[in-house]
């Protein structure tokens, strides 16, 4: 949709149109809320120069509306978030300076800018991230030549052509903004503040569009380092940009994800975060009310602001929680990295007795590219833990390795793209977690611009969902089996065992990676607060001094509305995070969807109403299941004998253990949880009166099903403790003196573990104390004690 002429369309509001338009080209639908003050364009308009700031600016009406021909300005300057160019033109450029600021330019027109035909001064200047058509600039040289450059989607941000006389200079624009907009603070302000501003109102709608205004918004301002330090409000644009660019990283965490949610925590911090946000937006709601009288307008910006207070206080408990959180984090990671380094151990033994099978069957056969790929994956561990530390050296010699023959490489090809797969994820994983954990700290302390916006220099927020993680090394794992068993099939002694606990450290290394996206989550989620703190407090104060200069007739109130609204988006977007926990934790309790639909456009009133529907959830959330769960579950003879197993007992003080959910131990449940867990070392030699002190941990990814479905979650790994004292070897009778009781120890409504995941059991005083006794341990024995629900599976077959 095109503009009528400019005195028609001051007639019918353009501004909405603009808008409507905005909405059109960038496939949204036409409802999306979007900010009031937006409708309008920012312009600036003098007798030398010509200044707009739009969402959508259609530029071929824009030019004509200007007249550019006969009022001559020298300077022209354009920002919008959507340029279109629909249709041919050739526009001459003559005592004049021209800035191009968009996000996008799309349509396809040819747009043709002619520089120095008459031998004046002239420069174009283009900055933009996607672009769709064909945009020549033309430059008339003084040597009677003509340079033609074309501005197409490559890597730069842009270009910047300058004619004067006998000069002639064309720059690419790639790092640097500082050059072309720190002039223009103001008009940066305002398009800067309206893609923010629109980014929070289609949110909801559409995400992806969402986070592509955001990355700008965050990279234009970055790359303009000059102009944040001059201009305060686009260093707040800038950590707002920053704070949502996390907002986005943690709502599109993955479906299996489960946080643990502690009921209370929404009960009272949520509760008391809502009730303190619901006083500001009732009086945000009249002051944004068109009915209100503008003395009852400013009487109830005065009251907003002083719910501010009110609502940051609330804020920062959730704050100090998510603090707490990532320390648990960190301690869960450190400890699934120790286990994975005496997996590794244990591999690595394994992997000795294969090598030596290899090396016995390549001189009875001719199969040179199955050798190849035998050969490759005994290092395949070694080369995947090299990746956890920085060091690519190993598995890029391995795939090369995989590589060297046409015949390998077409056996071993899904072999070799599944290990780069696995490879990058960790490395893309590795950089992202350390590149937040930097900005979150740098976010605790006094909060400057240049140290938030080097961090973000260095590394993206490109961070692989947790299916995307598991499938990565799911698919490795799937090859690593199928050649390991075929190893085995060709009578290559250790082959078997070696797959074993090759199996075991894959899967930690995977459990690795979900810890560490669970990490990155709630760093993300605790930096979008500590930035939004820090902004908040900043519109407090400008927001106050707004008041001040209206009640002194010297402001406008189009300024206070604007605070109060981004204030408002600000305050929404705990609940949104909270409820869309709310949502995958539900989906784990109940196996299905949970109602409630997580938005930044819902009122304080619609989010009060979400938290009644969590409790009516909860307690509905079982009568799907018929039967209803048993809580009488006990599986009390799981058994590990293997002597590998238990020779990595007795050698390094622990051992790992798969549960696969299709163990004919649990064939007749569906949907088990565990209420409590224990592990009992067993021997007839072991010594009478011997207290064990056993801790307990699994991997985080869990396995379960219902009926014919199958789901799969991950979330923070369980950490327990196990300690009993031997009363009588022979007949294995003990005396518990702490059980290991999940449930109680978690207290969480939503979350109980499933036994079907990786499990660790490590005896705690190993290394410490005299632990020659468990040379004497013949099996372990572990005991799944919890609630199940009975299924109509045959288990004999």
């Known amino acids: 949709m095109k503009f009528l002429p400019i005195l028609i369309s001051l007639t019918l509001s353009p501004s909405i149109v603009l808008a409507n338009d905005w909405l059109e080209v960038n496939n949204l639908p036409g409802n999306v809320n979007i900010p009031s003050w937006t409708e309008k364009a920012y312009i600036n308009n003098s007798v030398i120069s010509r200044t707009t700031s739009d969402l959508y600016v259609n530029f071929s009406d824009w030019i004509a509306e200007q007249n550019l021909y006969v009022t001559k300005p020298t300077r022209v300057v354009l920002f919008a978030d959507t340029l279109e160019i629909d249709e041919n033109f050739n526009h001459l450029i003559d005592n004049q300076n021209i800035l191009i600021f968009a996000r996008r330019v799309i349509g396809h027109g040819t747009a043709n800018f002619v520089l ?8 174009f200047t283009i900055i933009a991230d996607h672009v769709e058509p064909t945009i020549n600039i033309l430059a008339f040289r003084s040597n009677d030549t003509v340079s033609v450059d074309k501005l ?42 309206r893609i923010f501003d629109a980014a929070s109102a289609v949110f909801d709608t559409n995400p992806v569009v969402a986070g592509k205004m955001i990355d700008w918004a965050e990279r234009t301002l970055r790359l303009s380092d000059d102009a944040l330090e001059k201009d305060p409000l686009l260093a707040d644009l800038y950590l707002q940009a920053v704070a949502f660019q996390q907002f986005i990283t943690l709502s599109a965490q993955s479906d299996q994800y489960v946080p643990r949610l502690d009921r209370t925590l929404y009960k009272d911090k949520y509760r008391a975060y809502l009730d303190a ?17 503008i003395e009852d307008k400013l009487d109830a910006a005065q009251r907003a602001l002083d719910n501010v207070t009110d609502v940051l206080n609330a804020q920062q408990s959730i704050i100090d929680q998510s603090d707490k959180n990532i320390s648990k984090l960190h301690e869960s990671l450190s400890a699934l990295e120790k286990r994975y380094n005496t997996q590794e151990l244990t591999a690595l033994s394994a992997r000795s007795n294969y090598v030596y099978g290899v090396e016995v069957w390549k001189t009875q056969q001719e199969l040179n590219a199955a050798l190849q790929i035998f050969q490759a994956i ?9 990746v956890f530390t920085g060091n690519l050296g190993a598995v890029n010699d391995l795939t090369e390795q995989l590589s060297q023959t046409p015949e390998t490489l077409s056996k071993a090809k899904n072999l070799v793209t599944n290990i780069k797969n696995v490879t990058g994820i960790i490395d893309n994983i590795s950089k992202s977690i350390g590149g937040i954990a930097k900005l979150t700290n740098e976010a605790k302390g006094s909060i400057k611009i240049q140290k938030i916006a080097g961090a973000l220099d260095t590394f993206n927020f490109a961070l692989p969902t947790i299916e995307e993680s598991n499938l990565a090394w799911d698919l490795m794992l799937a090859e690593v089996r199928s050649n390991l068993r075929f190893a085995d099939s060709l009578g290559i002694k250790g082959a078997r065992q070696y797959l074993l606990e090759l199996e075991k450290q894959v899967l930690l290394g995977k459990g ?14 605790m930096l979008d607060m500590l930035l939004t703190q820090e902004v908040s407090q900043n519109q407090q104060a400008r927001l106050q001094q707004a008041i001040t200069d209206y009640q002194q007739e010297s402001g406008q109130f189009d300024i206070i509305e604007k605070e109060l609204s981004r204030m408002l988006t600000h305050f929404k977007r705990p609940m949104f995070i909270a409820l869309a926990n709310y949502k995958q934790a539900y989906k784990y309790w109940a196996l299905k969807e949970s109602s409630l639909k997580p938005s930044l456009n819902k009122s304080a009133l619609d989010y ?4 009644a529907t969590i409790e009516s959830e909860y307690l509905n959330a079982l009568e799907r299941f018929d039967p209803a769960p048993q809580d009488s ?6 058994i590990i004998d293997d002597q590998t197993q238990l020779q990595s007992l007795a050698e390094h003080g622990e051992l790992n253990v798969q549960l ?16 409590t867990l224990r592990v009992y070392l067993e021997g007839e030699s072991l010594p009478y009166g011997q207290e064990f002190n056993l801790k307990l941990s699994n991997s985080g990814n869990y396995q379960d099903r219902f009926k014919d479905q199958q789901f799969a979650f991950s979330s923070t790994p369980l950490n327990r403790s196990f300690d009993y004292r031997l009363d009588d070897a022979q007949h294995n009778q003990t005396s518990i003196i702490l059980d290991g009781a999940v449930a109680n120890k978690l207290a969480y409504a939503y979350f109980e573990p499933t036994p079907f995941t990786t499990w660790n059991v490590k005896v705690a005083d190993f290394g410490q104390a005299d632990t020659q006794y468990l040379q004497n341990v013949e099996r372990v024995r572990f005991e799944f004690l919890g609630s199940g629900i009975p299924g109509e599976r045959n288990c004999n077959q």
């Open 512 to 525: 690795i990676n979900t810890a560490q996206l669970n990490l990155a989550h709630e760093q993300a989620k």
């Open 633 to 638: 579950l006990a599986v009390t003879d799981f």
């Open 608 to 611: 009060q109403s979400d938290l």
């Open 378 to 386: 005994a290092e395949l561990g070694s080369a995947i833990s090299g």
């Open 116 to 123: 120095g035909k008459e031998g004046a001064v002239a420069s």
């Open 660 to 675: 696969a959910l299709d163990n004919e131990k649990f064939c007749r449940y569906d949907r088990v949880r565990l209420s």
């Open 277 to 293: 946000m619901a006083a500001y937006q009732a009086q945000w709601d009249l002051a944004s009310d068109r009915q209100t009288k």
């Open 152 to 193: 197409n989607d490559a890597d730069t941000l842009g270009i910047s052509v300058l004619t004067a006389g006998d000069t002639y200079r064309s720059v690419d624009i790639t790092t640097n903004l500082n050059e072309y907009l720190l002039q223009h603070t103001a008009s940066l302000v305002d398009i800067e503040g």
